[in-house]
């Protein structure tokens, strides 16, 4: 199962759910939100197996559009595979 947990500026992914489709589906995302991030400055990237955190995001940023799509996402995702993705907010 992958854990998504929000907190207060960033976001956390962990673990890889058991269906390849919501893994790749969940990696694109997370990537794509994490490289916007560490290439524009906005706050910093930590990467590692089966772990993915954006972290210290400056709080002007952390309700616009590219973060409102990727919770969307992600949440169409946690609807339609339940199971594989769970998120959290601290």
């Not at 955190?53 to 969307?72: H, P, Q, T, W």
Request: net charge negative.
């Amino acid at each position: 199962m992958t854990k998504i947990t929000y907190t207060e500026g960033g976001v956390i992914f962990s673990g890889h759910a058991d269906n390849p489709i919501v893994c790749h589906a969940i990696s694109a995302i997370s990537q794509m939100v994490a490289n916007y991030v560490a290439d524009n400055n906005w706050g910093s990237v930590l990467l590692a197996d089966g772990y993915l955190e954006i972290r210290d995001v400056n709080e002007k940023y952390c309700g616009n559009d590219l973060f409102k799509a990727m919770s969307k996402a992600l949440e169409d995702i946690e609807e339609e595979y339940p199971g594989n993705v769970k998120i959290e907010y601290r």
